[in-house]
């Protein structure tokens, strides 16, 4: 029987878990090493591995707390950091964290931040101070996810869309992206920007009403912003986002990246 068949048994009934403890361990390990996914890209969109991540949840149930060490860091937690990141090409940044499960390419740099089990990061990637990979996202090639950027982890339900990260996005300082929000390639999202499943998302670049929810077109230049609504008490101002341009072809080169932020007067 297969991995993928023991998961699906054991996670709709526990009872069978210790069974299936080395089919999970198998899928965690082949994981680590970005032989698996949890989410697919295909020509038709997005595919969640629903066994995959069920296997991350079997594993947490699994594991037990144990006092361990990374380098002069001492932790209590169930599951380990990565280990041969020098061989992996991968530079981890004290006190940095990519946790066992996780995957990061060649050429990944984490500066002191943090990346989740089941997270998959691209080439090229910068994940910087204090940012987070939340668990299961997936992380596109040469995205630089700036100071403090939350990227929200999804694990339940398993058919849930985690976050993505398109190719060559820039994510500005204090943005927040959950729900499995999908940001398109190039896209640039001016600092403090949140956006999840529900918080619309504006083109303002044209007359006619334009309105994407949880999903980033590519090449999008997108900033924080607010819409009245009404209520008993008054009027509250709520959370919305523009698009208030678009990356232009000259401004794709990773070198030009600055040139398209002042072009659209975006902070990061």
């Not at 989410?39 to 149930?61: C, H, M, P, S």
């Not at 939350?150 to 500005?172: H, K, M, S, T, Y």
Request: charged letters at 20%; one cysteine or more; hydrophobic letters at 40%.
């Amino acid at each position: 029987m297969s991995d993928q068949l023991i998961i699906e048994g054991a996670y709709a009934d526990l009872d069978c878990l210790a069974d299936a403890a080395d089919a999970v361990e198998r899928t965690i390990a082949r994981l680590d090493r970005g032989e698996i996914r949890v989410a697919t890209k295909t020509n038709d969109g997005w595919v969640v591995n629903e066994w995959v991540k069920q296997a991350i949840l079997l594993y947490f149930r699994m594991t037990e707390l144990q006092t361990m060490q990374a380098g002069p860091f001492t932790y209590y937690d169930k599951i380990p950091t990565k280990s041969d990141l020098a061989g992996q090409g991968v530079r981890v940044v004290p006190p940095g964290t990519v946790r066992y499960g996780a995957f990061c390419e060649p050429g990944v740099v984490v500066m002191p931040g943090y990346v989740n089990i089941g997270a998959y990061v691209g080439s090229g990637t910068m994940v910087d101070t204090w940012a987070t990979v939340g668990s299961c996202a997936q992380i596109g090639t040469n995205v630089h996810l700036a100071g403090g950027v939350g990227i929200g982890g999804v694990l339940e339900p398993p058919n849930a869309r985690p976050v993505i990260i398109g190719d060559d996005a820039f994510i500005g300082s204090r943005c927040i992206v959950t729900e499995g929000a999908m940001i398109g390639d190039r896209a640039i999202l001016g600092a403090n920007t949140t956006l999840t499943a529900s918080i619309p998302i504006y083109d303002m670049t044209t007359s006619e009403k334009k309105e994407y929810r949880g999903e980033v077109p590519p090449g999008a230049v997108v900033v924080q912003g607010s819409r009245p609504r009404e209520f008993a008490g008054g009027t509250a101002y709520l959370q919305c986002a523009y698009i208030i341009g678009y990356r232009s072809a000259d401004q794709d080169q990773k070198v030009s990246l600055n040139d398209a932020l002042r072009t659209f007067g975006v902070s990061v």
